[in-house]
């Protein structure tokens, strides 16, 4: 079956950088499209980036544009999300998610349990 | 302030109906499929609907999904206690070339 486990995640300083990794199974992880997803303490979802199935088509939300990195190991079929410069509003649950063969508006059909950020001195 | 516009919160009893509203642009909705997030407390979202209209297998047919122009909508039949979560919608905004998702809507069973 499907599983996607984030880790990663740590109470970290302002400024500071951190990564979080997805390990995927259950499926060939070098035919998706991989996403990241983040959930602030009692807010929605906010987008956060995408990575093709190759990789070579990236992008990312507004607000982590030029701090963050989305990467991926199908080797290892795993995803990553390299955070840099991290603010207190980057604070949340980040969860990795998978993206359904089509294209990007094709849905998030399996998504993984979530790994908490939390950025504060 | 979140691209597309939904209702922070719906109300209906058990046993009946309720319909949540997704409102957005050309470039995201009226361009794009949409997918509708249920999110139980404490929990990861769990995909409802994909392209529009869908149901993955295991989704009961209570769900569905339509869209007309730059509005989607979510319509919940038979509703239970246990469908009692937030819900989401999320497409794709091709002008922003980003992922977009609704602010989220409360669904109480009275």
């Known amino acids: 079956q499907v599983q996607l486990v984030e880790s990663g995640g740590s109470v970290v300083q302002p400024g500071r950088s951190l990564r979080l990794s997805c390990e995927a199974s259950g499926f060939t992880f070098s035919r998706y499209g991989m996403h990241w997803v983040r959930q602030a303490p009692g807010k929605g979802l906010e987008w956060v980036a995408v990575i093709s199935d190759d990789g070579s088509n990236k992008y990312y939300g507004d607000s982590v544009q030029g701090r963050f990195t989305i990467s991926r190991d199908s080797s290892k079929s795993a995803l990553y999300l390299q955070m840099n410069g991290l603010r207190a509003d980057d604070t949340a649950v980040y969860y990795c998610?998978?993206?359904?063969?089509?294209?990007?508006?094709?849905?998030?059909?399996?998504w993984g349990q979530g790994t908490l950020v939390t950025v504060s001195s | 302030q979140s691209v597309l516009t939904q209702p922070p919160s719906v109300s209906a009893a058990p046993g009946q109906k309720v319909t949540i509203s997704c409102s957005g642009s050309t470039s995201n909705i009226g361009s794009n499929y949409v997918s509708w997030y249920q999110q139980l407390p404490g929990t990861a979202p769990k995909l409802l609907i994909y392209e529009s209209n869908k149901r993955p297998s295991g989704i009961p047919d209570r769900f569905s999904g339509s869209k007309s122009g730059t509005s989607a909508t979510l319509g919940i039949t038979g509703l239970q206690t246990g469908d009692e979560a937030d819900y989401y919608c999320?497409?794709?905004?091709?002008?922003?070339?980003?992922?977009?998702f609704g602010g989220g809507t409360k669904l109480t069973i009275l």
């Open positions: 998610a998978r993206g359904r063969i089509g294209g990007y508006s094709y849905g998030l059909d399996y």
């Open positions: 999320g497409t794709w905004d091709s002008s922003l070339s980003v992922g977009v």
